[in-house]
């Protein structure tokens, strides 16, 4: 039997992409997200592919996370792999203005909605001593950088709980893999500043920035590793950038 796999925040930018990478493998998909009718949408459009099912629910409430999960029929219960994808940046400004409602929105969609779903998903697999966890990082885990001290605490906690994950679980025969991507074009920038679309495009201008099937090759890449290797943490920047800020513009 083919493998499953959850992906959360699976109806845009990397998650999507690695939807579809992953109903290309034939991978049975388990797709989350809040919107019902973008998930619906892509569960038809992959559902020619692979057997897709859906699950709707926030991230970060708990009860809408362990009900949604621990609402899957049994032949979806055994999660190989786990894509903790979903998150997001709300607002860039100095900390001493920062928007709390934007930092409870990082903190608690980056940090703990990653941790929530893992809750749900892991004990299984320790279980069955298999599995997969796929964790999306960012270079603004590894390099903070102004005006995004939130964002990028965020990111830290996310390649904390990577190295902790691993530390816990390789001895039950689980895998972890951390993905720290730097400038991805995607919906990202124009969530980030509320949707200024002009701002969010100057982001990506003068250079070829990532897409997210660039990041999702790089998940095909590491969950299709041989069993003997574990990809523990990748880096992948547009080959315009030399850093998190540091982007060689045209
Ligand atoms: C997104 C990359 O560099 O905008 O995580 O923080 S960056």
Redesign the pocket.
Same mark, same amino acid.
């Given at each position: 039997m083919s493998r499953i796999a959850l992906i959360t925040g699976a109806t845009s930018g990397i998650g999507r992409a690695t939807a579809k990478a992953f109903a290309d493998l034939e991978y049975r998909l388990i797709l989350c997200g809040r919107r019902q009718e973008r998930l619906a949408e892509l569960e038809e459009q992959l559902g020619a592919q692979t057997a897709v099912t859906t699950l709707s629910f926030d991230v970060r409430d708990w009860a809408e996370v362990s009900d949604a999960i621990s609402s899957l029929p049994d032949e979806w219960k055994a999660i190989d792999i786990l894509v903790n994808n979903a998150g997001n /940046?709300f607002g860039m400004s100095p900390i001493q203005d920062g928007d709390i409602a934007d930092w409870d929105l990082m903190i608690d969609g980056n940090v703990q909605g990653l941790l929530y779903v893992s809750k749900a998903v892991t004990p299984g697999m320790v279980e069955r001593q298999r599995g997969h966890i796929v964790n999306l990082s960012?270079? /603004?885990g590894k390099q903070t950088y102004a005006n995004?001290a939130v964002?990028c605490a965020s990111?830290a906690a996310v390649e904390a709980i990577s190295t902790g994950m691993r530390l816990d679980l390789t001895q039950h025969g689980i895998k972890v893999t951390n993905i720290a991507?730097? /400038?991805?074009e995607t919906e990202?920038s124009v969530v980030r500043f509320k949707g200024d679309t002009e701002r969010a495009a100057k982001v990506y201008e003068g250079f070829s920035p990532l897409t997210a099937d660039d990041i999702a090759d790089t998940i095909v890449y590491a969950v299709t590793a041989p069993a003997n290797v574990t990809i523990a943490d990748m880096t992948i920047l547009a080959s315009a950038q030399a850093a /998190?800020t540091t982007i060689h513009r045209k």
């Amino acid at each position: 039997m083919s493998r499953i796999a959850l992906i959360t925040g699976a109806t845009s930018g990397i998650g999507r992409a690695t939807a579809k990478a992953f109903a290309d493998l034939e991978y049975r998909l388990i797709l989350c997200g809040r919107r019902q009718e973008r998930l619906a949408e892509l569960e038809e459009q992959l559902g020619a592919q692979t057997a897709v099912t859906t699950l709707s629910f926030d991230v970060r409430d708990w009860a809408e996370v362990s009900d949604a999960i621990s609402s899957l029929p049994d032949e979806w219960k055994a999660i190989d792999i786990l894509v903790n994808n979903a998150g997001n /940046a709300f607002g860039m400004s100095p900390i001493q203005d920062g928007d709390i409602a934007d930092w409870d929105l990082m903190i608690d969609g980056n940090v703990q909605g990653l941790l929530y779903v893992s809750k749900a998903v892991t004990p299984g697999m320790v279980e069955r001593q298999r599995g997969h966890i796929v964790n999306l990082s960012s270079i /603004a885990g590894k390099q903070t950088y102004a005006n995004g001290a939130v964002y990028c605490a965020s990111k830290a906690a996310v390649e904390a709980i990577s190295t902790g994950m691993r530390l816990d679980l390789t001895q039950h025969g689980i895998k972890v893999t951390n993905i720290a991507p730097g /400038a991805v074009e995607t919906e990202f920038s124009v969530v980030r500043f509320k949707g200024d679309t002009e701002r969010a495009a100057k982001v990506y201008e003068g250079f070829s920035p990532l897409t997210a099937d660039d990041i999702a090759d790089t998940i095909v890449y590491a969950v299709t590793a041989p069993a003997n290797v574990t990809i523990a943490d990748m880096t992948i920047l547009a080959s315009a950038q030399a850093a /998190a800020t540091t982007i060689h513009r045209k």
